[in-house]
């Protein structure tokens, strides 16, 4: 017997056809003398019955849920006041005039539908049954189709899809390799790539001009809540491009991609500094879906008689102001709540100022503030009567940070965030280095190829830290989605670059040799981004997790609890790969 049909198939039109379907026993209705069953693939549900009379009836009575069966029989139209509207299939059924069962099945640790809840624990454990579900198919339905377009995107656009080395040498991340022992060479390790990152450079060297590929990458960190060991990298690099250029190919594709779902994103998308960003919404990553901006009101203070802010300001800080709306008419005790929250959150002070009806200045620091100075901040940000002003002050982008996380922590709590809207942006110029405390030296921000723009290169000996990079990241909805830059393609620049961030000649050598040896053969200008596959789907297909898009992710515990890996493995291979004594 071979399926003629899928479940999600039959319509009024095959009324009178003998059909074969099959599939998994889905739901059971047993009414004595007849009884309905559901039969799902991946494709639908389709309702099958066997009658008083028919010969299988007694056996259709052993079936139990999940077991596989095989059905032959004609397509019946469903009586009007049975049809089912929620099925497409809702409209016919088949009766049953034989059945096979393919598979008897052990009783599921949880039901295959929608309503059940189930803990993400035996979800993981039985990943074979949650992936049955319609949720879970859907997401990797859409999964493989967002791959397909962006495939087909990128080969319009002329790239080739060129694979690279999983078993590779440590590349530059600066994340904690995965290390995979050598059996024929005794005490040397491959390292599975954090990224393709020093390979797709090399094939720009290799003039194979644009390259992409849908990759695999590994980062042994730390686990946080939404992290993966391993996850899958869109991976681009081009010759002789800007960034402009790269922004224009990219956004193209973020709208191929969007297209999978049907939405369409306006381009190009909006450019903001690294510096704005941090300043503004006290992230490099700003949820832009909602404004709500971190304003500066170090001026009011600079001179006033509030001697915190004031030396603050005078020691070359800020005082920042957040306009919370709508929170200006809570009670104390609400506000001194809010205040607490920030305390939570690793606010040194936090405080607040509001105008009543009447005009009259309220504020945690009234008495030492004065109520001029405090009527000018609410003056300067433009606070309402319904407005709460909270003002932090801080060195650098301290006071920023602060604020960045009650904007979201407000915005998440009044809903000011609308799920529909996608908010893209460029986050441009950021830092070439950045200052590391445990280190004690300068380290890159992004990775040691990137290049400087060309500008800031004459403060590069007496100022490095002040240095911008060509470097960017593709921000939606507050997540980084991607990110990249252009790189150095002159192998003095790259020199003295290693020279700044303390790797000595013979370090370099060691870890990055070859490519340093490939830069020096013909190098086209060159510049790329990496934007994470499986955070892009699950925007698209709004899940939280990117659990719930990928077919077999481990936990936040790197567990693997299908499977069961990590796992031991036995003396024997452990002496192969000369890892036993
Ligand atoms: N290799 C970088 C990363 O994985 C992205 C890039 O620079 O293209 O973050």
Redesign the pocket.
């Known amino acids: 017997m071979m399926r003629t049909h899928t479940c999600g198939e039959l319509r009024p039109n095959h009324v009178g056809t003998d059909v074969v379907l099959m599939g998994w026993v889905h739901k059971i209705r047993d009414l004595g003398s007849l009884i309905f069953l559901d039969v799902r693939d991946r494709y639908g549900i389709t309702q099958v019955v066997a009658r008083e009379g028919d010969e299988v009836l007694t056996r259709v009575k052993h079936l139990r849920p999940e077991f596989v069966i095989a059905v032959a029989g004609p397509v019946e139209r469903r009586a009007d006041d049975t049809l089912n509207p929620k099925l497409k299939t809702g409209e016919v059924e088949v009766a049953i005039r034989t059945m096979t069962v393919l598979s008897e099945a052990r009783t599921p640790s949880f039901q295959i539908d929608e309503e059940t809840p189930v803990s993400e624990e035996v979800r993981l454990r039985y990943r074979y049954l949650d992936l049955r579900r319609l949720r879970m198919q859907r997401n990797i339905g859409l999964r493989h189709r967002v791959a397909l377009s962006v495939r087909t995107c990128l080969d319009a656009e002329g790239f080739w899809e060129i694979e690279t080395p999983l078993l590779a040498k440590s590349t530059p ?1 600066g994340a904690r390799d995965y290390l995979v022992p050598s059996r024929l060479h005794a005490g040397k390790f491959y390292a599975l790539p ?2 393709p ?1 020093l390979f797709k450079q090399i094939l720009m060297i290799s003039g194979m001009d644009r390259y992409f590929q849908i990759v695999k ?1 590994f980062r042994d960190e730390d686990l946080r809540a939404d992290r993966q060991p391993e996850f899958t ?1 869109i ?1 681009m ?1 081009m010759s002789f491009v800007d960034q402009e250029a790269v922004f224009g190919t990219v956004e193209r594709l973020i709208q191929a991609i969007f297209h999978v779902v049907g939405q369409q994103v306006p381009a190009p998308f909006l450019r903001l500094s690294y510096d704005d960003a941090m300043t503004r919404y006290g992230t490099d990553k700003p949820d832009l879906r909602f404004e709500m901006p971190i304003q500066d009101v170090s001026e009011v203070f600079r001179e006033g008689v509030f001697t915190v802010f004031r030396d603050l300001v005078v020691a070359g800080g800020s005082i920042r102001a957040l306009v919370v709306p709508g929170a200006g008419r809570q009670a104390r005790a609400q506000i001194d709540k809010l205040i607490d929250e920030a305390i939570a959150l690793g606010a040194k002070g936090l405080v607040w100022v509001r105008r009543s009806t009447e005009g009259v200045i309220q504020s945690s620091i009234l008495k030492v503030a004065g109520e001029q100075a405090l009527a000018r901040v609410v003056e300067t940000v433009g606070a309402g009567e319904d407005d709460l002003t909270l003002l932090a002050g801080g060195q650098g982008y301290e006071a920023s940070v602060l604020l960045g996380q009650f904007r979201l922590l407000l915005a998440r709590r009044e809903g000011l965030m609308d799920e529909g809207n996608k908010a893209l942006a460029w986050v441009v110029d950021f830092p070439l280095f950045e200052w590391s405390e445990t280190e004690q030296r300068l380290v890159s921000m ?2 040691p190829f990137t290049a400087p723009r060309t500008e800031d290169l004459k403060r590069f000996e007496d100022d490095p830290g002040s240095v911008r990079a060509q470097a960017y990241d593709l921000v939606l909805n507050g997540s980084e989605i991607g ?3 252009i790189r150095i393609h002159d192998a003095a620049l790259q020199a003295s670059i290693f020279e700044l961030l303390q790797i000595s000649e013979d370090e370099a050598k060691a870890r990055f040799g070859f490519f340093l040896e490939a830069l020096q053969h013909g190098t086209p200008p060159h510049g ?3 934007l994470g596959l499986d955070r892009i789907v699950a925007i698209l297909a709004g899940e939280p997790s990117i659990r719930d898009v990928m077919a077999f992710p481990k936990t936040a515990a790197a567990v693997d609890l299908m499977a069961g890996s990590p796992s031991t493995v036995d003396q024997r291979q452990l002496r192969e790969l000369h890892l036993d004594r």
């Open positions: 991340e954090q990224s990152q990458c990298q991976d690099e992004h990775h990110g990249g830059s790329g981004i990496a």
